[in-house]
Protein backbone atom coordinates (compact mmCIF):
# COMPACT_ATOMS: atom_id res chain seq x y z
CA UNK A 1 0.00 0.00 0.00
CA UNK A 2 0.85 3.62 -0.46
CA UNK A 3 0.86 5.67 2.48
CA UNK A 4 -0.04 9.80 2.07
CA UNK A 5 1.04 10.59 5.20
CA UNK A 6 2.63 8.52 8.57
CA UNK A 7 1.96 9.58 12.13
CA UNK A 8 4.37 8.07 14.98
CA UNK A 9 3.25 8.07 18.32
CA UNK A 10 5.27 6.83 21.42
CA UNK A 11 8.48 6.90 23.38
CA UNK A 12 12.00 6.93 23.15
CA UNK A 13 11.63 4.14 20.91
CA UNK A 14 9.51 6.31 18.62
CA UNK A 15 11.69 9.26 19.01
CA UNK A 16 14.37 7.70 17.24
CA UNK A 17 16.84 6.99 20.67
CA UNK A 18 19.94 6.91 20.50
CA UNK A 19 20.48 6.63 16.82
CA UNK A 20 22.81 9.23 14.36
CA UNK A 21 21.91 12.71 15.46
CA UNK A 22 20.54 14.93 12.03
CA UNK A 23 19.88 18.39 12.23
CA UNK A 24 19.99 18.05 16.29
CA UNK A 25 17.40 15.35 16.14
CA UNK A 26 17.66 11.70 17.02
CA UNK A 27 17.37 9.89 13.50
CA UNK A 28 15.47 6.47 14.40
CA UNK A 29 13.72 3.75 12.74
CA UNK A 30 10.64 5.97 12.21
CA UNK A 31 12.08 8.17 10.33
CA UNK A 32 13.57 5.68 8.26
CA UNK A 33 10.61 4.04 7.31
CA UNK A 34 9.38 7.78 6.23
CA UNK A 35 12.07 8.06 3.83
CA UNK A 36 11.30 4.97 1.98
CA UNK A 37 7.60 5.72 1.60
CA UNK A 38 8.31 9.27 0.76
CA UNK A 39 10.37 7.85 -2.44
CA UNK A 40 6.53 6.15 -3.16
CA UNK A 41 4.19 8.55 -2.90
CA UNK A 42 6.12 12.41 -3.49
CA UNK A 43 3.17 13.75 -1.66
CA UNK A 44 3.90 12.21 1.55
CA UNK A 45 3.63 13.54 4.62
CA UNK A 46 5.49 13.23 8.24
CA UNK A 47 4.10 13.94 11.60
CA UNK A 48 6.45 12.41 14.62
CA UNK A 49 5.29 12.82 18.12
CA UNK A 50 7.00 10.49 19.90
CA UNK A 51 8.48 12.47 23.45
CA UNK A 52 11.42 10.43 25.34
CA UNK A 53 10.33 9.68 28.84
CA UNK A 54 6.40 9.38 28.50
CA UNK A 55 4.11 7.23 30.13
CA UNK A 56 1.16 5.56 28.28
CA UNK A 57 -1.17 7.75 30.07
CA UNK A 58 1.35 10.62 28.91
CA UNK A 59 0.96 10.04 25.51
CA UNK A 60 -3.05 9.50 25.51
CA UNK A 61 -3.65 12.86 26.92
CA UNK A 62 -1.17 14.66 24.84
CA UNK A 63 -0.31 13.11 21.40
CA UNK A 64 -3.62 11.17 20.46
CA UNK A 65 -5.89 14.25 20.15
CA UNK A 66 -3.66 15.83 18.14
CA UNK A 67 -3.76 12.91 15.47
CA UNK A 68 -7.83 13.27 14.38
CA UNK A 69 -7.72 16.39 12.14
CA UNK A 70 -4.48 15.04 10.15
CA UNK A 71 -5.71 11.22 9.24
CA UNK A 72 -7.35 10.83 6.17
CA UNK A 73 -8.15 7.44 5.89
CA UNK A 74 -6.70 4.15 5.18
CA UNK A 75 -4.19 5.77 3.49
CA UNK A 76 -2.33 7.14 6.88
CA UNK A 77 -0.38 5.32 8.60
CA UNK A 78 -0.19 5.49 12.85
CA UNK A 79 2.09 3.59 14.84
CA UNK A 80 1.39 3.10 18.05
CA UNK A 81 4.31 2.39 20.28
CA UNK A 82 3.51 2.75 24.00
CA UNK A 83 3.79 1.30 27.96
CA UNK A 84 6.92 0.17 28.19
CA UNK A 85 7.94 2.70 30.17
CA UNK A 86 5.17 1.71 32.37
CA UNK A 87 6.19 -1.85 32.24
CA UNK A 88 10.01 -1.21 33.53
CA UNK A 89 8.94 0.45 36.38
CA UNK A 90 9.22 -0.62 39.97
CA UNK A 91 5.49 0.23 40.95
CA UNK A 92 4.16 -0.87 37.45
CA UNK A 93 0.05 -1.96 37.56
CA UNK A 94 -0.73 -4.53 35.20
CA UNK A 95 -4.26 -3.76 35.81
CA UNK A 96 -4.16 -0.35 35.00
CA UNK A 97 -1.77 -0.43 32.27
CA UNK A 98 -3.13 -2.70 30.58
CA UNK A 99 -6.86 -1.43 29.81
CA UNK A 100 -5.44 1.63 29.19
CA UNK A 101 -3.43 0.21 26.21
CA UNK A 102 -6.47 -1.38 24.59
CA UNK A 103 -8.36 1.61 24.82
CA UNK A 104 -5.68 3.95 23.48
CA UNK A 105 -5.35 1.74 20.33
CA UNK A 106 -9.18 1.77 20.11
CA UNK A 107 -9.42 4.96 20.08
CA UNK A 108 -6.14 5.24 17.12
CA UNK A 109 -7.81 2.72 14.79
CA UNK A 110 -11.60 4.59 15.40
CA UNK A 111 -10.30 7.76 13.43
CA UNK A 112 -10.34 5.15 10.37
CA UNK A 113 -6.35 5.07 9.66
CA UNK A 114 -4.39 1.95 9.08
CA UNK A 115 -3.10 1.06 12.66
CA UNK A 116 0.50 -0.36 13.42
CA UNK A 117 1.58 -1.71 16.72
CA UNK A 118 4.62 -3.52 18.70
CA UNK A 119 5.43 -6.21 21.27
CA UNK A 120 8.54 -5.90 22.77
CA UNK A 121 11.87 -7.89 23.13
CA UNK A 122 10.54 -10.17 25.57
CA UNK A 123 14.52 -11.80 26.01
CA UNK A 124 16.38 -9.94 28.43
CA UNK A 125 19.78 -8.34 27.35
CA UNK A 126 21.02 -9.55 31.20
CA UNK A 127 20.44 -12.93 33.27
CA UNK A 128 18.97 -12.59 37.54
CA UNK A 129 16.06 -11.52 38.42
CA UNK A 130 15.38 -8.09 37.05
CA UNK A 131 15.90 -10.23 33.73
CA UNK A 132 13.51 -12.25 34.73
CA UNK A 133 10.91 -9.87 35.92
CA UNK A 134 11.31 -8.26 32.93
CA UNK A 135 10.97 -11.34 30.48
CA UNK A 136 7.69 -12.01 32.60
CA UNK A 137 6.22 -8.77 32.61
CA UNK A 138 6.85 -8.32 28.79
CA UNK A 139 5.57 -11.82 28.17
CA UNK A 140 1.46 -10.52 29.45
CA UNK A 141 2.40 -7.36 28.03
CA UNK A 142 2.62 -8.61 25.11
CA UNK A 143 -0.24 -11.03 24.95
CA UNK A 144 -2.59 -7.92 24.96
CA UNK A 145 -0.61 -5.96 22.33
CA UNK A 146 -1.49 -8.89 20.09
CA UNK A 147 -4.96 -9.36 21.48
CA UNK A 148 -5.61 -5.25 21.00
CA UNK A 149 -4.27 -6.16 17.04
CA UNK A 150 -6.49 -8.36 16.65
CA UNK A 151 -9.46 -6.63 18.13
CA UNK A 152 -8.47 -3.59 15.59
CA UNK A 153 -7.52 -4.77 12.83
CA UNK A 154 -4.12 -3.46 13.12
CA UNK A 155 -0.56 -4.38 11.14
CA UNK A 156 1.16 -6.60 13.91
CA UNK A 157 5.15 -5.95 14.57
CA UNK A 158 5.97 -8.58 16.57
CA UNK A 159 9.65 -8.42 17.29
CA UNK A 160 9.58 -11.69 19.12
CA UNK A 161 9.74 -13.56 15.97
CA UNK A 162 13.66 -12.25 15.62
CA UNK A 163 14.92 -13.20 18.50
CA UNK A 164 18.39 -12.18 17.85
CA UNK A 165 17.59 -8.36 17.95
CA UNK A 166 18.06 -8.94 21.61
CA UNK A 167 22.03 -8.97 20.69
CA UNK A 168 23.21 -6.52 23.17
CA UNK A 169 25.43 -5.12 20.17
CA UNK A 170 22.20 -3.65 18.89
CA UNK A 171 21.70 -1.01 21.78
CA UNK A 172 23.66 1.89 22.78
CA UNK A 173 25.84 2.46 25.95
CA UNK A 174 22.75 2.72 28.28
CA UNK A 175 22.22 -0.87 27.48
CA UNK A 176 18.73 -0.27 26.95
CA UNK A 177 17.92 1.73 23.66
CA UNK A 178 18.50 1.19 20.08
CA UNK A 179 21.77 2.30 18.60
CA UNK A 180 22.02 3.25 14.71
CA UNK A 181 22.53 -0.07 13.78
CA UNK A 182 19.70 -1.47 15.81
CA UNK A 183 17.43 1.02 14.39
CA UNK A 184 18.31 0.46 10.54
CA UNK A 185 17.08 -3.96 11.69
CA UNK A 186 13.86 -2.17 12.93
CA UNK A 187 13.09 0.21 10.02
CA UNK A 188 13.73 -2.82 7.77
CA UNK A 189 11.54 -5.51 9.55
CA UNK A 190 8.86 -2.51 9.80
CA UNK A 191 9.30 -1.85 6.06
CA UNK A 192 9.04 -6.07 5.35
CA UNK A 193 5.85 -5.93 7.10
CA UNK A 194 4.17 -2.83 5.43
CA UNK A 195 5.79 -4.73 1.97
CA UNK A 196 7.81 -1.68 1.06
CA UNK A 197 11.15 -2.40 -0.34
CA UNK A 198 13.36 -3.18 2.12
CA UNK A 199 16.75 -4.81 2.85
CA UNK A 200 16.62 -8.40 3.65
CA UNK A 201 19.84 -8.81 5.09
CA UNK A 202 18.43 -7.09 8.43
CA UNK A 203 17.54 -10.99 9.36
CA UNK A 204 21.21 -11.51 9.61
CA UNK A 205 22.04 -12.46 13.23
CA UNK A 206 25.59 -10.67 13.97
CA UNK A 207 28.55 -13.08 14.27
CA UNK A 208 29.13 -14.42 17.65
CA UNK A 209 30.60 -11.60 19.74
CA UNK A 210 34.01 -11.63 21.01
CA UNK A 211 35.28 -12.38 24.60
CA UNK A 212 35.38 -9.63 27.04
CA UNK A 213 37.73 -10.46 29.85
CA UNK A 214 36.13 -10.16 33.35
CA UNK A 215 37.86 -7.11 33.94
CA UNK A 216 36.90 -5.26 31.06
CA UNK A 217 33.12 -6.29 31.67
CA UNK A 218 33.42 -5.30 35.93
CA UNK A 219 34.84 -1.44 34.24
CA UNK A 220 31.65 -1.62 31.65
CA UNK A 221 29.25 -2.64 34.11
CA UNK A 222 30.48 0.04 36.71
CA UNK A 223 30.58 2.98 33.49
CA UNK A 224 26.86 1.85 32.78
CA UNK A 225 25.66 2.35 36.96
CA UNK A 226 27.27 5.81 37.18
CA UNK A 227 26.53 6.87 33.80
CA UNK A 228 23.06 5.59 33.29
CA UNK A 229 21.48 3.62 36.40
CA UNK A 230 22.21 6.00 39.02
CA UNK A 231 20.95 9.49 37.15
CA UNK A 232 17.90 6.78 36.30
CA UNK A 233 17.05 6.36 39.62
CA UNK A 234 17.52 10.34 40.96
CA UNK A 235 15.10 11.47 38.74
CA UNK A 236 12.57 8.70 39.51
CA UNK A 237 13.09 9.63 43.08
CA UNK A 238 12.47 13.57 42.42
CA UNK A 239 9.52 12.42 40.24
CA UNK A 240 11.29 13.95 36.98
CA UNK A 241 11.20 12.20 33.18
CA UNK A 242 13.61 12.78 30.94
CA UNK A 243 11.18 13.82 28.52
CA UNK A 244 10.03 16.85 31.08
CA UNK A 245 9.72 19.80 28.92
CA UNK A 246 11.03 18.50 25.55
CA UNK A 247 8.70 18.83 22.65
CA UNK A 248 7.86 16.17 19.66
CA UNK A 249 10.57 16.14 17.16
CA UNK A 250 7.77 17.28 14.40
CA UNK A 251 4.12 18.22 15.77
CA UNK A 252 2.55 18.94 12.25
CA UNK A 253 2.87 16.98 9.05
CA UNK A 254 5.61 17.85 7.10
CA UNK A 255 6.71 17.27 3.58
CA UNK A 256 9.67 14.81 3.78
CA UNK A 257 12.57 14.48 3.09
CA UNK A 258 13.28 17.81 4.82
CA UNK A 259 14.69 20.38 2.90
Same mark, same amino acid.
Given at each position: ??? #?????? +????? &??? $?? !???? +????????????????????????????? %?????????? =??? =?????? $??????????????????? #?? #???????????????????????????????? $????? /????? !??????????????? &????????????????????????????? #?????????? %??? &??? +?????????????????? /???????????????????????????????????????????????
Amino acid at each position: MTF #NRYIAL +GDSMT &EGM $TD !EVIN +GKYRGWADRIADVMAKQNPQFTYMNLAIR %GKLIQQVIDD =QLP =QITPYV $TGKDTLVSFHAGANDVIRP #NY #NPAVTLPLYIEAAKKVAATGCTLMLFTVMEKP $TSDGK /TGKIW !ESRFHEFNKIVRHTA &ELTGAVLIDWNVAPFLSDIRFLADDRLHL #NAQGHYRVSQ %GVL &EKL +GLPFDSTWKTPLPPAQKT /TLLKKAISDVRWVFTFVIPWIWRRARGKSSGDGRSSKFSAPISWPQS
